[in-house]
């Protein structure tokens, strides 16, 4: 059985037209009805024909939906919820793709507050956004987390694990506020620390910026993807994860402190104690199947 | 015409081996010697038949070689030069794969005051080590940025330019000192930040070491390659280049304080400019050769 029938993507950038295709690879007799709020991405989404339907409105996109999942930056959640309230079906499962659970929930049972709402985060992605960009396999391998509030009705928080599943994602449960942390470390912090660095060597006097770019194999091109990722959805992340993007950041900086310390005195085997650590985390991400094994990503050599 | 006929690696590493590989790809009719202060990697190199020769000792290893590459960690350079003093002909050009240049130029004519030193450093590599890592390909399309100093037989100079663009490379000249601040930017700097933030998510208490695991692909996966990196290596490199990566450190950590400050005090438009101008840096990565076009560097995603 199909957790799901008829299924509304709002919001058809990188995540949501990634979900449109890999509904219709692996649950290819549920209904897709797409909706976004450009007209020029719902004219390239018919034009590719990503959905079954596009709809010009966000309220006849939900009419007869049994799963309405919210793609758009974390900060427009509250606008796009409230932007079907009046259509819903008294039904319907609503869901989202947000990268922060806090402000989401509170945005979205703000605007709908009778509705079932089971919000989730696939971690998925690429440094490419739009609805061109997206492809079916995403998911498959990553993790999506579920973060069910207290109350939420249990077959509807199964439905939604099971239509991840289906997608080709695992699946895990969480407290929204654990999610915000766990994700603050694993995703915020690195994607403010690559836009940083990014920043700060576009910035020198002494070497000019074909410099950096010429060189960049040393490394810098390794931060440089994360750093192309979208401005307005990175934006909105950082502002509504705030207190724990903080906190990590002021973490990161003790340990970078520690370290500009041990190179300006000579300890070498400080360095080298950390460097040996830090060697065995990716590793295990390998052995975890959260990377590719092959050296320099898979990167192509000739 | 080959520009070197007898070459002699000293230290047969990721780098060291790879240019045993290409060397024979590209100047097959050039003789290969190989050594490594290492027995059991002279013992694998021997198995592998990496080189034409594996010398027991450094100073039988280039007897009659023409030109002498050390591709040791920078740290080990003075020790790996002082090694082949008394044998190196006379005639004989010394080159090196160092990731800075001042201090491997003092170590070197300290140890050989009357060589022909021509120092150069490849930009390319992967997070893998030892001579198993190497391959043929690794230098196509890279730079090698060469540093001769004043007063270098210009002769010298060309022949280590023609053998580096046989093996596939690009090839640039800088002075010393102006090599280490741009690799400073390119290279050191984002491997110091790498390190640090896989340090910072693997000490976290809340947040577990598993939990970072699982959600790496959020991208904290993209720190950890450059972050398993060669321990003896890197702490050589930050150690040796200690002025200009302190310099960049500070520039880096001013940068960072600027965004903690954004995001502190809600200023997303602070935020919003930067994510859009350091997007520009990675398109013209990709435009110039130095990245994969590929998304996510051209992860499988099946």
Same mark, same amino acid.
């Given at each position: 059985m199909l957790p799901f029938a008829r299924v509304t993507i709002i919001g058809l950038g990188l995540i949501g037209s990634s979900i449109a295709r890999a509904v219709r690879q692996h649950m290819p007799s549920a209904r897709v009805t797409g909706f976004d709020a450009d007209p020029a991405v719902r004219e390239t989404a018919l034009r590719i024909a990503l959905c079954d339907d596009v709809a010009d409105t966000a309220g006849t996109s939900v009419i007869d939906a049994d799963l309405v999942i919210l793609c758009v930056p974390v900060g427009a959640m509250g606008a796009a919820a409230a932007g079907i309230a009046a259509d819903l079906p008294a039904d319907a499962i609503v869901s989202d793709v947000g990268s922060?659970?806090? $402000?989401?929930? *509170? /945005?979205?049972?703000?605007? &709908?507050?009778?509705?079932?709402?089971?919000?989730?985060? +696939? #971690? =998925? !992605? %690429?440094?490419? $956004?739009?609805? *061109? /960009?997206?492809?079916?396999? &995403?998911?498959?391998?990553?993790?999506?987390?579920?973060? +069910? #509030? =207290? !109350? %939420?009705?249990?077959?509807?928080? *199964?439905?939604?694990?099971e239509f991840w599943k289906r997608l080709g994602a695992e699946v895990e449960t969480m407290a929204p506020d654990h999610h915000d942390r766990v994700l603050a470390v694993t995703s915020h912090l690195p994607h403010l620390i690559a836009y940083t660095i990014v920043g700060t060597a576009s910035d020198m006097e002494e070497v000019t910026q074909s410099e950096v770019i010429k060189y960049s194999a040393g490394g810098f091109r390794d931060f440089t993807r994360i750093a192309a990722s979208d401005p307005t959805m990175w934006r909105d992340v950082f502002l509504a994860n705030k207190e724990a993007v903080l906190d990590m950041l002021q973490r990161f900086s003790e340990d970078l402190t520690a370290l500009q310390r041990a190179i300006r005195w000579g300890?070498?085997?400080?360095?080298?104690?950390?460097?040996?650590?830090?060697?065995?985390?990716?590793?295990?991400?390998?052995?975890?199947?959260?990377?590719?094994?092959?050296?320099?990503?898979?990167?192509?050599?000739?």
């Open positions: 922060c659970k806090e $402000s989401v929930v *509170e /945005a979205v049972r703000t605007a &709908l507050p009778d509705a079932t709402f089971v919000p989730a985060h +696939p #971690v =998925a !992605g %690429t440094e490419n $956004s739009g609805p *061109e /960009a997206g492809f079916a396999s &995403l998911f498959h391998g990553r993790w999506c987390i579920v973060t +069910p #509030v =207290a !109350g %939420t009705d249990a077959l509807a928080v *199964e439905r939604v694990r300890k070498g085997d400080e360095l080298f104690e950390l460097f040996t650590r830090t060697r065995a985390i990716r590793r295990s991400i390998i052995e975890q199947g959260q990377d590719d094994a092959a050296p320099d990503f898979g990167r192509t050599h000739d």
